[in-house]
Every structure is written in C-alpha cells, then in structure tokens.
C-alpha cells in the first residue's frame, strides 16, 4: 500500500535515483550530453538535501521501504521534480502528491498561483490539473521544458 510523507534530509539519496532513473527512462527528447550532466548536478542526492535544507519542500510516495514518487516545491509556489516510478504510472500517485503539495503551499499564503517547467511527457497531467503552457519548449543548459502556469482560486 502507497503511503505519502513529508521528505526528510535522509530521503535525498533516494529522491536523487528516483529523479535521474525515472527522466532517463521517460524523457522524449534526448538531452545533450550538457544537459545530462547539468541534470545530474541538479538532481545529485548533495543537491536534494541542500535544496531541503534551504527550505523546499518535498513529499514522497512510499510503497514498503521504496521511495517510488516525489515532488518537490521552491518558495511555495515552484513545483519542482515531480516523478514518479514507471511501475506505479496511472494509479493516481503524482496527483495525490500535486494534492499534498497544494496544500502546503496554500498553508504557506500561496493564494493559488503555480508555476513549473515541464518536460513533453509530462504535459498531459499537468494540462488536466489546469496547467497552461506559458512560452515554447525552452533549452537552458541542455535540459528541454516548456514552462507552465496555473492560477486558482484556493478554498480555506
């Protein structure tokens, strides 16, 4: 049974195979050999626990022992690294994290504005969250997005 939790500073190392096995395994544009290695520098298990330590915000999927989701969240409003394991895809994993991490963010003030940078696979889910594409695909150091935007209207 998936069980969901708050990520801890001792969680980065799994975070950080999770992120890279699953952008690997998933990714529709093959990224430059710059891009990879910007990627792994982003996403290394040091540079979890620093962005934890800095004050993102991070949930995780558990099924046993195995991290098998995560997302992430930058200043209350950034959705960062949301992955999820191939095995586990369409069982309503990421959108129970997206939940989790909305609601942090509103009951950190966020008033409902969101913003992140998706790759092309994963455009379809945040579409059906209400995210809208804001720009074109974009290459910053080799990593392919299209940067995205949702703005709603929170309940208390």
Known sequence: MVQYRQAKISDATAIS???LETQNQFSMEKFSSEGERFLAEL????AIERYLESGYTYFVAEDGAAIIGVIGV?????????????DYH??????Q???LARESCRQQGNVGEFELQ????AIPIY?????????????IGG??????RLKIALAD
């Open 118 to 121: 998706a790759s092309t696979f």
């Open 74 to 86: 930058r200043h209350g409003r950034h959705i960062e690294h949301n992955f999820v394991r191939g």
């Open 17 to 19: 195979t999770l992120i």
């Open 90 to 95: 369409r069982q309503g994993i990421s959108s």
């Open 97 to 99: 994290l997206w939940e």
């Open 127 to 139: 579409e059906r969250w209400g995210f809208v594409k804001e720009g074109e695909k974009q290459d």
């Open 143 to 148: 990593i392919i997005f299209t940067p995205m």
């Open 43 to 46: 996403c290394s298990a040091e």
